[in-house]
């Protein structure tokens, strides 16, 4: 399983704690002191994160931000105009991101720079952004994304929905689950 993986599955992220924990507490601290931002990335809401430290410099909202400005470059995420790595200019204190933090913006862009703008070409004709959308009318129940009060199962909904293609229905179903996973409990 890939970092981005690990990071946005959080189920995954409670078994290898919990399998520590149950194994061996000083191995639990000894990861979590090393690694800090893979083990509790999840804990900062990337969209709130984004739009209070860096909307007011960049365009208001990550997803624009990252179409407009940033590419897939051998594997790395680049600044379109300066070629400039993203991780390493966020490490070097732009923004004064705590490390933590610079993990979660950096799977944030990278997840929206991997949707291809999805939502943005399909659905937001109609539809608020995908994060207020997800966030307000879905739930994810056991693995399933359901609709919050319909109790629709979206993969069978979007089937017939959003003039979406057969092969882009898990992708929007992954796009609207990561929203609810990284939403920070209040």
Do not use: W
């Not at 509790?40 to 209070?52: M, R, V």
């Not at 200019?89 to 862009?109: Q, S």
């Not at 979007?158 to 992954?174: C, F, I, S, T």
Request: hydrophobic content about 40%.
């Amino acid at each position: 399983m890939g970092l981005l993986t690990s990071i946005e599955n959080p189920g995954y992220v409670r078994r290898i704690v919990s399998g520590l924990l149950g194994k061996s507490a000083p191995c639990f601290l000894a990861i979590s002191t090393a690694m800090p931002a893979v083990a509790f990335a999840q804990s900062i809401d990337p969209h709130k994160l984004y739009e209070q430290r860096c909307g007011d410099c960049h365009a208001p909202h990550a997803g624009t931000f990252v179409r407009k400005n940033l590419v897939m470059s051998n594997g790395n995420l680049i600044g379109r105009e300066t070629g400039r790595e993203v991780r390493a200019f966020l490490d070097a204190d732009h923004g004064r991101l705590t490390p933590a933090e610079v993990a979660t913006i950096m799977v944030h862009f990278i997840s929206i720079q991997q949707s291809g703008g999805l939502f943005q070409k399909k659905c937001r004709i109609c539809h608020d952004r995908a994060v207020k959308l997800s966030r307000s009318e879905l739930i994810i129940d056991d693995t399933r994304l359901m609709g919050r009060y319909s109790k629709r199962d979206i993969v069978l909904f979007l089937a017939n929905h959003g003039r979406l293609k057969e092969d882009e229905v898990q992708g929007m179903v992954n796009v609207l689950k990561r929203h609810l996973r990284t939403r920070q409990e209040k």
